[in-house]
């Protein structure tokens, strides 16, 4: 397979994710629809936290079999595994901290839209804010003011999550890359429909927890961009570049914000009741991540 064939076809499967994303302009969303949706995404995000981190803990088991074997060096397990904890520490708190820090004070937690708000990362931020003009003018009255900070916060929030998609999206795109580089085109081409399938269910992970929110078309271009377009880019480098050690560090970051993102959703939707629903749609999400995930397992994936 050659490069433009392997670029054009990470492509493909790193944007299916846009076959999730326009969920979020439905409209006359009840708080039950709200939590079904949102608890579904934790359910999809929960796959992609447990995918990640059996990644990253496989690579570094990996080198530990091949050190206790005696074909490698201590200092290579202690470095790696050095790797994955910084990369998961900066990924489950290190966008927090770095938020109170820049903004001076501590924000209370908003979620999909509701009164409150969660705490997201400075670069999420600067994101949304580039193509969402949430912020009410001075001249609005105080429940106008309240009702455009939630909506910018929970528009946040979904990029915080799309970010992390990302960065899980760009591990999966240097496993296709690898794998047409070495000539495994049957391997490849199973990861690209596995990666494919799989990306379209991670949409309604970054709209389901909007609710009443309802981002505009350019907002879910650029989410989808953010959350998707990683594979595409992963699989550039896969193609020219072998290294398990950026592959364990994107895994450990993904794996630390979605933890993170997983935890301030849980947090937000609590207020809506409907408990015993939201646990089958988390049900439901999860196991349909682990569904997708099968058709690049039985490739060999």
């Keep these: 397979m050659s490069f433009a064939e392997t670029a054009f076809l990470g492509a493909i499967a790193g944007f299916t994710i846009y076959i999730g994303l326009p969920v979020g302009r439905m409209e006359h969303v009840g708080d039950r629809m709200r939590v079904g949706l949102a608890m579904f995404s934790v359910g999809i995000l929960a796959f992609i936290f447990m995918d990640v981190t059996t990644h990253a803990q496989e690579i570094v088991s990996e080198v530990l079999s091949s050190f206790k074997d005696h074909h490698d060096s201590f200092g290579h397990v202690l470095g790696l595994f050095a790797l994955l904890a910084v990369g998961f520490t900066a990924g489950v708190a290190g966008i927090s901290a770095v938020e109170r820090r820049l903004r001076g004070r501590s924000l209370p937690p908003p979620i999909a839209g509701g009164a409150g708000g969660v705490t997201v990362a400075s670069a999420a931020t600067t994101v949304a804010m580039a193509t969402e003009a949430a912020v009410a003018p001075v001249g609005l009255a105080a429940p106008d003011r309240a009702a455009a900070e939630a909506r910018r916060r929970a528009l946040h929030t979904g990029m915080v999550i799309a970010i992390a998609i990302g960065l899980h999206n760009f591990a999966e795109g240097l496993a296709i890359g690898v794998s047409a580089k070495s000539g495994a085109i049957g391997l490849a081409t199973v990861l690209i429909i596995g990666f494919g399938l799989h990306n379209a269910t991670e949409g309604f992970g970054i709209v389901g927890p909007l609710g009443s929110v309802r981002p505009t078309w350019k907002w879910l271009g650029l989410a989808g961009l953010v959350g998707g377009g990683p594979t595409f880019l992963g699989t550039l480098v896969g193609f020219q570049v072998d290294s398990s ?35 089958y749609m988390l049900s439901a999400g999860f196991l349909l991540g682990v569904a997708t995930d099968l058709v690049v397992t039985y490739g060999g994936g």
């Design 245 to 279: 050690g950026l592959e364990l560090l994107f895994y450990a970051l993904a794996g630390g914000a979605v933890l993170y993102v997983i935890g301030e959703i849980w947090n937000g939707m609590r207020r809506y009741g409907h408990h015993t629903l939201g646990l």
